[in-house]
């Protein structure tokens, strides 16, 4: 995953300029060749951006299925967790009296976000100010929902965490890095980064542009669709009186 992240990010200037013009193409052929270009590229780099669900895809369902057995094995009051706690917590079945676990589990997975996934050099938060500040209060907020649960859940994600926390240290080591086979981190030109952030601000924009659009369309259709309604609705009153006047002026002439 780290590789896949430095490669993106070494070859993000080439990717935008390419993505660009798949964008801005003035007619269909030229567009389905931009399309096609950028799509060879991504792939002769390996940097097709579905690739990442190829690694966290496992790491979610290994977790939850840890999750789960331990939540399930605690209601269960199984033997083992009863009485293999320590300290405060001696029965792992049931919740921390003390709330310290969830907190100091909260704790570890904020550090990890603080100081891993928020504080990159790389990544999708490292043009983000503001995610890097929201990112480490993120488990804190969760805390509330989670403090009831049994020990061992909280024991299980303290220890993960603490592990994911070491691994992502080593894997910023350079020397480890070159062992690994994990490609060296371009440090772009100041020009070229502010040609990307541009380009950032373009896509932002083009989106924005996009959805007021289809907001516009939306509105446009609905009022048009309101005033058929009202015609279709003033066009049947009307035949609802013409029908009633000729209903009158028939039993008048009933009456004569």
């Known amino acids: 995953m780290r590789s896949f ?31 096609s270009k950028y799509m060879n590229f991504m792939r002769e780099k390996n940097i097709n951006p579905i690739k990442p669900l190829l690694f966290q895809l496992p790491i979610g369902l290994i977790y939850l299925s840890f999750f789960g057995a331990l939540r399930e094995m605690s209601q269960a009051k199984l033997p083992s967790l ?23 589990a909260c704790m570890s997975m904020s550090f990890i976000l603080r100081y891993g996934a928020a504080s990159g050099e790389i ?28 020990s061992s859940l909280f024991i299980f994600w303290l220890t993960s965490n603490v592990y ?33 952030k541009a380009f950032k601000e373009n896509m932002f924009n083009m989106r924005r542009h996009a959805m007021n659009q289809a907001k516009k369309a939306k509105s446009d259709d609905y009022q048009a669709a309101q005033q058929k309604i009202q015609e279709l609705q003033e066009k049947l009153k009307k035949q609802q009186q013409e029908h009633l006047k000729k209903e009158r002026e028939k039993r008048a002439s009933q009456r004569k």
């Open 5 to 35: 992240v430095v490669r993106t990010q070494n070859y993000y200037p080439e990717q935008m300029k390419l993505q660009m013009k798949a964008m801005t193409a003035t007619n269909e052929f030229e567009k389905k060749a931009n399309a």
């Open 82 to 104: 009863t009485e293999s706690g320590m300290l405060w917590f001696t029965d792992l079945t049931v919740a921390d009296p003390y709330f310290l676990l969830p907190v100091l």
């Open 123 to 150: 990544g999708s938060t490292a043009e983000i100010p503001a995610l890097q500040k929201v990112l480490p209060w993120i488990p804190f907020i969760s805390l509330p929902f989670f403090v009831y649960q049994p």
């Open 164 to 196: 994911s926390f070491v691994q992502l240290k080593l894997f910023l080591n350079p020397r480890l890095q070159r062992a690994l086979g994990i490609p060296e981190l371009v440090e772009h030109p100041a020009d070229v980064k502010a040609e990307i």
